[in-house]
């Protein structure tokens, strides 16, 4: 006779930093919590591996965290005492020009305003107050529609954060802040003319000019990404939380009994799982949820470092190559219109460069991606490598292999990756707080006990638990009648 399945008072349904943070706040407030992995290996999209050869480490999923080491609920666990280590490369990001210029983000405000000519003063009266509030600023960004603990520095930062990426740019004169402030937008991966792209911009500059003031900045985690889901899963397991790998979840049937679950995954699954139990309205609402472009992504295994033209981009950790606003603002449209542009912009992280655990001795590994349009299989390597080539000559001569995902394979890696949609479902505005329906409680479903924690869930994509945390809040409320136990940190 089997014993009886083990009865939790919450179930999380994947285990990534979502997933894991909201068990964490709900372990915290002394519940019994489980996560269930599909994988054999926790993470989501902060896993590392042998893509190429052994001994060279590569992130699967994200590499360079501005928003996980600035965090107001990482900030607030004591994950350094589970291994989690930061290295900060002495610049943030670079941006290759023509002509072997670069503008660069540095861990100064004004240091980085002095790189930018006539444009000096402009940088320093957007991006000062930005930096001076944001401790406290990012926990109203970082979260739902509310009415926000700080309003008036709210208020100041939505004015610049509201209009589109190319009307802030018209602010700027020279090349150099221009093609700055677009690399920045581009992580929105929509295009630069869409309303709120500033935001993304300013969000990712503030985080970087954090850590002179509190120690954020642009770090990667030292011996890859996987170490932050390890740590975050290590401390959990401390306060009593379990963790159960290769768990796939198919139908409700295979979900311990609980008295609430959370999801962290996006629409599309959820509807796999929990079929007809949702109301026909919020049924047709998460259907109707947009995704946007995905991505093509390629990992090097390299014989030595890339031999970038711009001596600055030697000493960055994340490079944007896309060249002038111009450029960026027609390849991130093209995309966005379903086309493959010859010129993509590419995101590149180079970590090895600052943390020798990555490859063996004198080697070293690249990380990198160029959007392509949502479920495209077209082969962007010659593009990507073009865009390598056009602001470091000579990088070909240095690669000993090379592992690429199209959307397909990104998708078929982490499900919650639709299309190859890194942030589970474009942030637009349609899609800003309204995700993944319109509701003033967004991670509360229709029905009773189920919760949704993924980056479908505002604030949205990124690395830094504040779905997870937020979800998990309103699992407190509802189901439990407490209140979070997990006071977020504001320096």
């Known amino acids: 006779m089997n014993a009886p399945e083990k009865q939790y008072d919450a179930v999380i349904v994947g285990s990534g930093p979502n997933g894991l943070s909201a068990a964490i706040v709900l372990a915290r407030a002394g519940l019994s919590v489980v996560v269930l992995e599909a994988r054999s290996v926790i993470g989501g999209g902060t896993r590392s591996a042998e893509l190429t050869l052994p001994g060279f480490v590569h992130d699967m999923g994200s590499a360079i ?54 444009d000096e003063a402009t940088y320093l009266k957007l991006m000062e107050p930005i930096v001076q509030h944001w401790p406290t600023l990012a926990v109203d960004v970082l979260g739902p ?24 740019a018209s602010r700027f004169k020279t090349t150099e802040a221009r093609a700055l402030l677009a690399g920045m937008a581009a992580h929105a991966i929509q295009p630069l003319t ?18 002179a003031e509190s120690g954020s900045g642009w770090p990667m985690p030292k011996g890859g990404s996987q170490q932050i889901a390890n740590a975050l899963a290590s401390y959990l397991k401390s306060l009593g939380g379990e963790i159960q ?55 090097w295994a390299l014989d030595g470092p890339i031999p970038f033209t711009n001596a600055d981009c030697q000493r960055a950790g994340t490079i944007h190559l896309g060249g002038t606003l111009e450029e960026i603002v027609l390849a991130e449209q093209q995309t966005y219109d379903g086309k493959h542009p010859d ?21 070293h590994t690249t990380w990198a991606y160029c959007h392509v349009p949502n479920g495209s299989t077209v082969d962007m390597t010659n593009q990507i490598e073009g865009q390598l080539e056009r602001f470091a000559p000579g990088f070909r001569d240095l690669v000993l292999a090379r592992h690429t995902m199209n959307t397909a394979q990104v998708e078929a890696w982490n499900p919650n990756y639709v299309g190859g949609d890194i942030n589970g479902g474009i942030i637009d505005i349609g899609q800003l707080f309204t995700r993944p329906t319109i509701s003033l409680t967004p991670y509360r479903t229709s029905e009773t006990g189920m919760f949704i924690c993924s980056s479908a869930t505002p604030p949205g994509g990124g690395v830094h638990g504040m779905c997870g945390y937020h979800a998990a809040r309103v699992v407190l409320r509802d189901s439990f009648g407490k209140d979070v136990p997990v006071a977020l940190s504001t320096g």
């Open 65 to 118: 965290h501005p928003l996980a080491a600035g965090s107001p609920l990482f900030r607030s666990l004591p994950l350094a005492d589970h291994g989690l280590e930061w290295i900060y490369p002495p610049i943030a990001a670079a941006h290759p020009l023509d002509g072997g210029k670069a503008a660069i983000l540095t861990g100064s405000v004004a240091d980085t305003a002095r790189t930018l000519g006539v």
């Open 245 to 299: 790998t290769d768990r796939t979840v198919r139908t409700l049937a295979d979900i311990p009994k609980t008295r609430a679950v959370l999801f962290d995954l996006t629409p599309k699954q959820i509807l796999s799982i929990v079929g007809d139990r949702f109301s026909t309205l919020y049924r047709e609402q998460l259907k109707n949820y947009r995704y946007g472009p995905g991505i093509f992504k390629i990992d």
């Open 145 to 168: 529609l509310r009415f926000p603990k700080h309003p008036i520095d709210l208020a100041l930062f939505g004015l610049d954060a509201l209009p589109p990426a190319t009307y802030l």
């Open 343 to 363: 010129r993509p912009y590419v995101l590149l992280a180079q970590q090895s460069r600052f943390d020798p655990t990555r490859a063996p001795k004198g080697k």
């Open 194 to 211: 869409n309303l709120t792209t500033s935001a993304i911009a300013l969000v990712l500059m503030a985080a970087g000019h954090q850590r």
